[in-house]
């Protein structure tokens, strides 16, 4: 994956906004102003997503690519390396995931408003 196709999944779901609010190097994917996604866009060496504990332990022990999230709470954040040993399609489920679990937090109205765009 590069940062060009990641940029466009993030982008495609629904709700979603960009933003660098950590710096110019830093891009940040929210929905409805709940962060699930960043990246360091010069180098894209990894992407931070939000992932269910339990999960985040088991990702991190069946792949060498999948770190306590870099500057994120370990608990609830894994950084995914983008060397090439995990796929694409992982990737984007793992993107999708951490999507939804930020929608899962909103209230219930945001999240109505959501199944309505």
């Known amino acids: 994956m590069d940062i060009i196709t990641f940029r466009e999944f993030c982008l495609a779901?629904?709700?979603?906004?960009?933003?660098?609010?950590?710096?110019?190097?830093?891009?940040?994917?929210?929905?409805?102003?709940?962060?699930?996604?960043?990246?360091?866009?010069?180098?894209?060496?990894?992407?931070?997503v939000k992932c269910d504990p339990g999960k985040a332990l088991l990702l991190r022990e069946e792949h060498s690519a999948v770190k306590p999230?870099?500057?994120?709470?370990?608990?609830?954040?894994?950084?995914?390396?983008?060397?090439?040993?995990i796929s694409d399609k992982l990737i984007r489920e793992w993107i999708v995931d951490s999507y939804n679990l930020v929608v899962g937090t909103l209230p219930e109205k945001t999240r109505q408003e959501l199944r309505n765009e």
């Open 13 to 48: 779901m629904p709700a979603v906004t960009e933003g660098m609010p950590f710096g110019e190097d830093v891009l940040v994917f929210k929905v409805k102003g709940k962060i699930f996604c960043l990246t360091n866009i010069d180098t894209f060496e990894f992407i931070n």
């Open 69 to 85: 999230g870099y500057h994120m709470n370990k608990k609830h954040w894994n950084s995914v390396y983008i060397d090439g040993s």
